[in-house]
T-cell receptor
């Protein structure tokens, strides 16, 4: 089975440009998470979706960040305009969310974003 | 504020020894606990999950959970240089998102 797929794997852009990161969750998973990882702050949850609906976006740092999940197999994270401090690795993860305890989350390979 | 705390390390152990990684969590309502391994430049990889007090063994890995002390640990027996990575502890309750610790860097010296 394919795991979580993310694209692009690397993105280098200039300050002020729009950046769009893409994610395809594992088939059958109904929860999707966007994280950002930096050396200083570790792994931070930005936003998560349940059944394509955004549940909690309190981790989104600013209005420059937005995320969508138009269907169960695709999500985007957009930064507009981008700034150098947005440079980080962005991970997408998915899980099969149930009423029980077993919400094991699986991560994609990440997108390494560099904003010059 | 729900928090998961880990010693950042680095934790250095000789090859063949037991590596012991520890984690504490603040939310008493946490029900599920996970250990992820992250190699440099790679994404976190789920290696163990534990839900009940006690020990859970999988190969060279043993996860231990003590809910009364709000403490989770991961033991790696017969440590190998390939185990050198950052280990992330995570916890959640029900359908809430995982709360991650900042990770412990493990170095296994050949």
């Amino acid at each position: 089975d394919a795991g979580v797929i993310q694209s692009p794997r690397h993105e280098v852009t200039e300050m002020g440009q729009e950046v769009t990161l893409r994610c395809k969750p594992i088939s059958g998973h109904n929860s999707l998470f966007w994280y950002r990882q930096t050396m200083m702050r570790g792994l931070e949850l930005l936003i998560y979706f349940n059944n394509n609906v955004p549940i909690d976006d309190s981790g989104m740092p600013e209005d420059r960040f937005s995320a969508k999940m138009p269907n169960a197999s695709f999500s985007t994270l957009k930064i507009q305009p981008s700034e150098p401090r947005d440079s980080a690795v962005y991970f997408c993860a998915s899980s099969r969310s149930t009423s029980g305890r077993r919400n094991e989350q699986f991560f994609g390979p990440g997108t390494r974003l560099t904003v010059l | 504020q729900k928090e998961v705390e880990q010693n950042s390390g680095p934790l250095s152990v000789p090859e063949g020894a037991i590596a012991s990684l520890n984690c504490t969590y603040s939310d008493r309502g946490s029900q599920s606990f996970f250990w992820y391994r992250q190699y440099s430049g790679k994404s976190p990889e789920l290696i163990m999950s534990i839900y009940s007090n006690g020990d859970k063994e999988d190969g060279r890995f043993t996860a231990q959970l003590n809910k009364a002390s709000q403490y989770v640990s991961l033991l790696i027996r017969d440590s190998q240089p390939s185990d050198s990575a950052t280990y992330l502890c995570a916890a959640n309750s029900g359908n809430t998102p995982l709360v991650f610790g900042k990770g412990t860097r493990l170095s296994v010296i050949a």
